[in-house]
């Protein structure tokens, strides 16, 4: 199995909505754009890619959503060195279709109570919906590491909570440990690593807004 070296995340630019949520009543969410600031952000993390990957090739997987397109565009990667897939199962979090803002805003203080990863936006999805696609992924991710010639890199263009959620797939973390931990900013990166012991590891955490709260859980 020719296992990647490195396994980078990175999640999408600012784009239109994280300036104003009130764009969700008038476009799709998986059509809105980078904004300025959005496509800067994104640059610069491609300078830091490039240097990463220097000349190697690249499998990519990028969510269907224009903003996470755009990101990638970004990235400035050289197209004789990477092979790009779009990935479905990588998308945002379904929240439903055209939103009302106060709505959600509303449904938001119900997720904060009730559990970000359980609570299912009406219409939508939940943190634990989103796990599931994403575990499927990883799996199908799994299966391309059997290819004898499968590159030493793979770089993930998605969104904060499929980062969070892969990760927490990929390292077996809790419900609670989850729970426990901000989002990335926008065009954030996190890079897991092939140790010589033949184990990844995350180059750094997530921020974690509280400490884990375990309850009745093990551990």
């Not at 998986?30 to 640059?43: C, D, I, K």
């Not at 240097?51 to 004789?80: G, N």
């Not at 590159?151 to 969104?159: A, G, K, S």
């Amino acid at each position: 199995m020719a296992r990647p070296r490195r396994i980078v995340l990175v999640r999408h630019g600012e784009s239109t909505g994280n300036v104003d949520d009130s764009v969700y009543e008038r476009e799709p969410d998986h059509s809105l754009a980078l904004t300025e600031r959005g496509w800067r952000q994104a640059e610069e993390t491609g300078k830091r890619i490039r240097e990463i990957f220097a000349q190697e090739p690249v499998s990519v997987y990028v969510s269907p959503y224009r903003r996470t397109h755009e990101t990638l565009r970004a990235f400035h990667l050289d197209p004789d060195l990477i092979r790009v897939r779009e990935e479905p199962r990588l998308r945002e979090q379904d929240w439903g279709n055209w939103q009302d803002r106060d709505d959600v805003r509303l449904q938001k203080t119900y997720r904060d109570a009730y559990g970000h990863f359980f609570f299912r936006f009406p219409q939508g999805e939940s943190g634990a919906d989103v796990y599931d696609r994403v575990g499927g992924f990883l799996e199908s991710l799994f299966r391309s590491f059997e290819a004898p010639d499968h590159p030493p890199n793979v770089l993930l263009v998605t969104h904060g909570l499929a980062m969070r959620l892969f990760c927490m797939r990929w390292f077996h973390w809790t419900v609670a440990d989850f729970e426990s931990l901000s989002n990335p900013g926008n065009a954030e990166m996190r890079m897991l690593v092939l140790g010589d012991d033949g184990k990844y590891t995350l180059d750094r955490p997530f921020d974690r807004w509280r400490d884990p709260e375990v309850n009745w859980m093990s551990g």
